[in-house]
């Protein structure tokens, strides 16, 4: 079932996107822990038969949960010997989950049978804390030290430079230009990056990005609009959610929307990362620290348009992902728990 997947960036209409958002509903049986400890990496995956919504922890534990009528799974694994902070299903081999560790490693599930394989290794012990796909199926992997890896799965070639001064939290590829990918790090910038100018170095020196977004704290996350790549969309602890202008992929990268949000969650929680809508420019989804406990949908102008909430959800999502093509919205706490919204 894990191989009938819907990967089609299709296009979504934000009113049908918010009116389908208010049939979604949230209860004690959509709700299932699933890894140990305070959940740091969250997948749902594109199954368009069954929902499985994939979770990773700050000890390096896997998990899933699979909903299903009547009885749902629950699934762990021990994959990793350090936080787990990155989960992203292989779009070619949709029943292969791959994970990026604090351990130094990225490993593969193969989610029908069970089994981990080891595909990249750093011998730098910089821990790998995100990743995504880019030119000819290479990976793309950010290091806790600012340096980014080019992995070729199958030879294993790797090479690495340094690109910021502190951890990459977040690289994602352009979904129309493969070339152009984006990153966001804890030195308080977002930057645009051709991958075909990258030249392996040692060198403490950064390489030179196409365009820097300044933000006045740590940027947790950085996110290419999901049809065209034209908007940028970045989480900082500066307490805001901005939105760039990257119709242009120059140093001209201009700010259209700041907006304040409070994305102080402190030592005990996860990080907030703002995802956008798939297959819509003009929605993204956040979690929040407001009472009642709630995920937050916004325009891409800034302005709030609908709130998930249930009175089975008690503790803050710290993450959130939505399933690429269905009306699926999962939420991960610090506790381990998954809490995921689905029609009513």
Not at 14 to 38: E, H, N, W, Y
Not at 213 to 218: E, G, L, Q, T, V
Not at 237 to 266: A, I, P, Q, R, W
Request: net charge neutral; hydrophobic share 35%.
């Amino acid at each position: 079932m894990l191989s009938e997947v819907s990967f089609q960036n299709k296009p979504r209409d934000s009113q049908g996107c918010l009116d389908a958002f208010t049939r979604l509903a949230i209860d004690d049986t959509t709700i299932k822990k699933v890894v140990p400890a305070r959940i740091t990496a969250l997948a749902v995956h594109p199954s368009s038969s069954v929902t499985v919504v994939f979770a990773g922890d700050k000890l390096g534990n896997f998990g899933y949960f699979k909903m299903g009528e009547g009885e749902s799974l629950v699934q762990s694994y021990s994959p990793h010997t350090s936080g787990l902070m990155c989960l992203k299903v292989n779009k070619n081999q949709p029943q292969r989950v791959f994970s990026a560790s604090y351990d130094d490693t990225v490993r593969c599930l193969d989610v029908e049978r069970g089994i981990f394989d080891e595909v990249y290794r750093s011998l730098d012990e910089n821990g790998v804390l995100c990743l995504d796909w880019g030119l000819h199926n290479s990976l793309i992997v950010g290091h806790s030290d600012g340096a980014v890896s080019l992995v070729d799965p199958r030879t294993r070639e790797t090479s690495s430079c340094t690109l910021h001064s502190r951890k990459v939290r977040t690289v994602n590829v352009h979904p129309v230009h493969e070339w152009c990918f984006l990153t966001g790090s804890t030195d308080g910038t977002a930057k645009l990056w051709d991958v075909r100018n990258l030249k392996e170095t040692r060198s403490k020196k950064a390489a030179e990005a196409i365009a820097t977004m300044a933000h006045h704290r740590s940027c947790s996350a950085a996110f290419f609009s999901p049809l065209t790549g034209n908007q940028i969309l970045t989480t900082s602890f500066d307490d805001t959610l901005k939105v760039f202008d990257s119709s242009e992929l120059t140093s001209e990268v201009k700010l259209k929307v700041s907006l304040k949000h409070n994305n102080m969650t402190g030592r005990w929680l996860t990080p907030f990362k703002a995802v956008w809508m798939p297959g819509c420019e003009d929605l993204f989804l956040v979690g929040s620290m407001e009472y009642p406990r709630r995920v937050e949908v916004f325009s891409s102008a800034g302005t709030l348009q609908h709130t998930l909430k249930g009175d089975s959800l008690t503790s803050i999502c710290s993450l959130v992902d939505v399933h690429p093509d269905r009306f699926v919205v999962a939420g991960g706490n610090s506790s381990g728990r998954v809490h995921v919204f689905v029609e009513a």
